[in-house]
């Protein structure tokens, strides 16, 4: 199975940049993503992960590192409507249809 | 437009009333699935669907029924609910081939007495 971490929440200042950790233990690791989730909202995409390195998105970018099990979700410029939840999640090779997503971060914007 | 649609959005029920939340999507999705949603845990996946008559079960399938008779459709039963099933359940679908990019229906607050 898999055991994912992340922090629970990070505040920051608008126009700044936060970054997001998250840690994972899979047994047969296939692919890292990253949803959004403003509150009251359902979750919406952000980034898919399947090879080590650096996807940028505009605003948003994701990092990761397989051997290490571990990956981050770059926020910069950061403005008030980023304030949300973010949740990491992984699938496994063992079925690829199985996600398991971590408790989320939620982050603060403040002026 | 293209949405996956959730219904009830509220439900108040009590234990052993059986109840479905119907979700339909108008993507042409292979891949649905049901997550619930609690504080602190968050999404948990209860089961999924590869494609038409093909479920398999997630983290926390106890006490869940779904069926997949047509690609559109994957309604989620609970038999028997309990007050442990007091959550709030997405439906999310996406191409079979990717499945990490989802789209989530609005949600269905249930509370279970």
Known sequence: GQNIDQPTEMTATEGAIVQINCTYQ????NGLFWYQQHAGEAPT??????LDGLEEKGRFSSFLSRSKGYSYLLL????????????CAVTSTDSWGKLQFGAGTQVVVTP | EAQVTQNPR????VTGKKLTVTCSQNMNHEYMSWYRQDPGLGLRQIYYSMNVEVTDKGDVPEGYKVSRKEKRNFPLILESPSPNQTSLYFCASSLMDRVYEQYFGPGTRLTVT
């Open chain 1, 26 to 29: 899979t047994s047969g690791f």
């Open chain 1, 45 to 50: 995409f952000l980034s898919y992960n399947v």
């Open chain 1, 76 to 87: 910069k410029e950061l403005q008030m409507k980023d304030s949300a939840s973010y949740l």
């Open chain 2, 10 to 13: 509220y439900l108040i029920t």
